[in-house]
Nanobody, 118 residues
Framework: QVQLVESGGGLVQAGGSLRLSCAAS????????MGWYRQAPGKQRELVAS???????NYADYVKGRFTISRDKGKSTVYLQMNSLRGEDTAVYYC????????????WGQGTQVTVSS
């Protein structure tokens, strides 16, 4: 079984920064994409950013220039550096992995709350 464990959420003032971490453990393919999604109350879960095992990144338009996604050299931990936070960034942030072997398997973390106060 694959486990994704997030950390780093919390309460921050508008304009501040937070860094989220997600550590993956278990058996998964080296060909994978890890990413962060978020879900605010009453809204659908949406992609924030993703990064492939090769380092290719993808960002939602609303975080470009403010958030940076990265992976460690071992490629099993992904980070999300969030700067210039806004009230609308308040949400539960979920780590996600799509792992490709014979098929594509998808895994989710338990979520971490990010609250931005104005």
């Amino acid at each position: 079984q694959v486990q994704l464990v997030e950390s780093g959420g919390g309460l921050v003032q508008a304009g501040g920064s937070l860094r989220l971490s997600c550590a993956a453990s278990g058996r998964f393919s080296s060909i994978n994409v890890m990413g962060w999604y978020r879900q605010a109350p009453g809204k659908q879960r949406e992609l924030v950013a993703s990064i492939s095992n090769g380092g290719a990144t993808n960002y939602a338009d609303y975080v470009k220039g403010r958030f940076t996604i990265s992976r460690d050299k071992g490629k099993s931990t992904v980070y999300l550096q969030m700067n210039s936070l806004r009230g609308e960034d308040t949400a539960v942030y979920y780590c996600n992995m799509k792992s490709r072997a014979i098929r594509i398997d998808e895994y989710w973390g338990q979520g971490t709350q990010v609250t931005v106060s104005s």
